[in-house]
């Protein structure tokens, strides 16, 4: 059975689900052809990998400049991007001009520019564009979409969605490149796309106006002095002030991070630049930590947005109200991590609070729970299926339509660019300003 090529640009964290799945679970009908990177150090990590676990020859790696050269050489059928958020566009659309399909991370890309440099080498090329929304795969999401399609509660008319980070996940996004919005587009581009995502595609429609406010009130070295706090490290590793900050993360503390986060970041540092451990009390951040979002979509449909990044617990409850009821969706995944606890504390830490459910309340009817179906891995369950759905030769056939398109990437992408450019003018932005998109097909990926 002949194998599909593929290549891979971008070898941070996020690059090693695609990898596993390609070298491991679905190596019979896929190879990977090679690596591209900015730094050799980390390629040299994952090249490492794939041969000792996996028993495989040597995987060519190549650096950033030579990307071209690694098409030309290894001539891949599909390129995975998984870079900074900011480069996306560049690697989708030089692979589609020398020849390739292209998968890409969450977000497609992080502003209407570049999504229009991808348009254009789509109409050019006549390539295909994937984007790899994990959490579509997972059971609650999926279920939200087999209520809404069954027409559970009828039309949908408004959309109530709140999420919050805890100040474990929520605050490492201000420690990395992500808290550069030039870099990642802000949390309203690199986080919401995820659910922006999940509300375009609940509702099968296109956000039509967007309305936003947003601030950094928690992160950043002003709001810790306004708290009477002070700092005299830039980053945690290596600074033994930090040892009771509870927000420090030390990339050579292997025993709490494990062995990769150091080979992937602090010992890649010389030839990547990039510090991944940075003091989230820092000068270095241009993003918001807490926003809220007012849409307006095609169908009419209303949208209540927020997102904050510096809460007690994860999670997110979102409700879509129709004609004929309402649909309640929770998922809370525990208080944060607090250090200096027993184990038992930390497991009563993080499970306090947890809830998974999905409730109906019909106009005339007594609610109900709708129970959840069971799934292991990571997103809710949701990145197995995904990549089955990705790399299978003869994948299960999906009545949810849950493989994205550029046009999904673009719409997911649209309501944070928007919200982006309210923000910073204080006004309703109309999208198709921005980026116009075409409608979504009835019950379907358009």
Same mark, same amino acid.
């Given at each position: 059975?002949?194998?599909?090529?593929?290549?891979?640009?971008?070898?941070?964290?996020?690059?090693?689900?695609?990898?596993?799945?390609?070298?491991?679970?679905?190596?019979?009908?896929?190879?990977?052809?090679?690596?591209?990177?900015?730094?050799?150090?980390?390629?040299?990590?994952?090249?490492?990998?794939?041969?000792?676990?996996?028993?495989?020859?040597?995987?060519?790696?190549?650096?950033?400049?030579?990307?071209?050269?690694?098409?030309?050489?290894?001539?891949?059928?599909?390129?995975?991007?998984?870079?900074?958020?900011?480069?996306?566009?560049?690697?989708?659309?030089?692979?589609?001009?020398?020849?390739?399909?292209?998968?890409?991370?969450?977000?497609?890309?992080?502003?209407?520019?570049?999504?229009?440099?991808?348009?254009?080498?789509?109409?050019?090329?006549?390539?295909?564009?994937?984007?790899?929304?994990?959490?579509?795969?997972?059971?609650?999401?999926?279920?939200?979409?087999?209520?809404?399609?069954?027409?559970?509660?009828?039309?949908?008319?408004?959309?109530?969605?709140?999420?919050?980070?805890?100040?474990?996940?929520?605050?490492?996004?201000?420690?990395?490149?992500?808290?550069?919005?030039?870099?990642?587009?802000?949390?309203?581009?690199?986080?919401?796309?995820?659910?922006?995502?999940?509300?375009?595609?609940?509702?099968?429609?296109?956000?039509?106006?967007?309305?936003?406010?947003?601030?950094?009130?928690?992160?950043?070295?002003?709001?810790?002095?306004?708290?009477?706090?002070?700092?005299?490290?830039?980053?945690?590793?290596? @600074?033994? &002030?930090?040892?009771?900050? =509870?927000?420090?993360? *030390?990339?050579? %503390?292997? $025993?709490?991070?494990? !062995?990769?986060?150091?080979?992937?970041?602090?010992?890649?540092?010389?030839?990547?630049?990039?510090?991944?451990?940075?003091?989230?009390?820092?000068?270095?951040?241009?993003?918001?930590?807490?926003?809220?979002?007012?849409?307006?979509?095609?169908?009419?449909?209303?949208?209540?947005?927020?997102?904050?990044?510096?809460?007690?617990?994860?999670?997110?409850?979102?409700?879509?109200?129709?004609?004929?009821?309402?649909?309640?969706?929770?998922?809370?995944?525990?208080?944060?991590?607090?250090?200096?606890?027993?184990?038992?504390?930390?497991?009563?830490?993080?499970?306090?609070?947890? @809830?998974? &459910?999905?409730?109906?309340? =019909?106009?005339?009817? *007594?609610?109900? %729970?709708? $129970?959840?179906?069971? !799934?292991?891995?990571?997103?809710?369950?949701?990145?197995?299926?995904?990549?089955?759905?990705?790399?299978?030769?003869?994948?299960?056939?999906?009545?949810?339509?849950?493989?994205?398109?550029?046009?999904?990437?673009?719409?997911?992408?649209?309501?944070?660019?928007?919200?982006?450019?309210?923000?910073?003018?204080?006004?309703?932005?109309?999208?198709?300003?921005?980026?116009?998109?075409?409608?979504?097909?009835?019950?379907?990926?358009?």
């Amino acid at each position: 059975m002949s194998q599909k090529r593929y290549a891979l640009v971008g070898t941070g964290g996020r690059c090693e689900m695609f990898v596993e799945a390609i070298c491991k679970d679905f190596k019979e009908h896929a190879v990977l052809v090679g690596l591209c990177d900015i730094s050799p150090t980390r390629m040299n990590y994952y090249d490492r990998k794939i041969q000792e676990k996996h028993g495989l020859p040597p995987t060519p790696c190549y650096e950033a400049a030579d990307f071209d050269k690694m098409i030309q050489e290894q001539k891949p059928d599909t390129v995975i991007v998984t870079s900074m958020d900011s480069t996306h566009h560049q690697y989708i659309v030089r692979a589609m001009e020398l020849g390739c399909d292209a998968i890409t991370e969450k977000p497609m890309t992080i502003d209407a520019g570049k999504a229009h440099q991808i348009f254009d080498a789509i109409e050019r090329t006549g390539r295909k564009l994937r984007v790899t929304f994990n959490y579509r795969y997972s059971p609650t999401a999926t279920l939200v979409r087999k209520l809404l399609m069954e027409g559970t509660i009828g039309t949908p008319l408004a959309v109530d969605f709140s999420w919050v980070l805890n100040t474990s996940h929520g605050a490492d996004y201000f420690r990395r490149w992500h808290a550069e919005k030039d870099k990642s587009g802000g949390l309203l581009v690199h986080k919401a796309t995820h659910h922006f995502d999940l509300i375009n595609w609940w509702i099968d429609s296109r956000p039509e106006t967007v309305f936003a406010m947003g601030d950094l009130k928690f992160y950043g070295r002003k709001n810790a002095e306004a708290r009477g706090e002070s700092y005299s490290y830039d980053r945690y590793t290596g @600074a033994e &002030e930090a040892e009771n900050d =509870p927000f420090a993360l *030390v990339l050579d %503390d292997t $025993e709490k991070m494990g !062995a990769s986060v150091k080979k992937l970041y602090l010992d890649a540092e010389a030839d990547s630049g990039y510090i991944r451990d940075k003091n989230v009390f820092g000068d270095h951040i241009t993003i918001e930590d807490t926003m809220t979002v007012l849409a307006k979509y095609r169908s009419g449909v209303l949208l209540n947005y927020s997102l904050i990044a510096y809460t007690p617990w994860e999670g997110y409850c979102a409700a879509v109200t129709g004609n004929k009821g309402r649909i309640e969706v929770v998922e809370r995944h525990g208080s944060h991590i607090i250090t200096g606890q027993s184990d038992e504390e930390l497991a009563a830490a993080q499970s306090e609070g947890a @809830a998974h &459910e999905v409730r109906v309340y =019909p106009m005339f009817g *007594v609610s109900y %729970d709708v $129970e959840i179906p069971k !799934a292991e891995g990571g997103h809710g369950g949701g990145d197995p299926i995904l990549l089955e759905d990705i790399f299978s030769p003869n994948p299960p056939a999906d009545p949810y339509y849950r493989a994205a398109s550029h046009l999904e990437g673009a719409a997911s992408i649209l309501v944070g660019i928007s919200a982006n450019e309210s923000i910073r003018t204080g006004r309703p932005i109309v999208c198709d300003e921005l980026l116009p998109i075409p409608d979504a097909a009835p019950d379907s990926a358009a």
